[in-house]
């Protein structure tokens, strides 16, 4: 059984940083691309940043330079390394294993004040 847990959300302030964690089983995952989505109410889930079982990577152009995905094959884990958090980055966290087929972690709330 395939099971993504995200940890790591919560409450900061503006300019403040954060460190989302997901801890993956019952997959291979240095097979796999991973990333982290984010999905506000009302919106579609977005692309934060993803990186390929090669390293490579891609974000979203409105976290360049502040969020760094990275991955640990031997753990199993992917993270999102968040700085200069803004308040637009309140919502929904959301850890994706992806191959054929695509996995879904059950979210984690990351809210930034003002």
């Known amino acids: 059984q395939v099971q993504l847990v995200e940890s790591g959300g919560g409450l900061v302030q503006a300019g403040g940083s954060l460190r989302l964690s997901c801890a993956t089983s019952g997959l291979t995952f240095r097979s796999y691309a991973v990333g982290w989505y984010r999905q506000a109410p009302g919106k579609q889930r977005e692309l934060v940043e993803d990186?390929?079982?090669?390293?490579?990577?891609n974000y979203a152009d409105s976290v360049k330079g502040r969020f760094t995905i990275s991955r640990d094959n031997a753990k199993n884990t992917m993270y999102l390394q968040m700085n200069s958090l803004k308040p637009e980055d309140t919502t929904v966290y959301y850890c994706n294993a992806s191959i054929t087929y695509d996995f879904w972690g059950q979210g984690t709330q990351v809210t930034v004040s003002s």
């Open positions: 990186i390929s079982s090669a390293g490579s990577t």
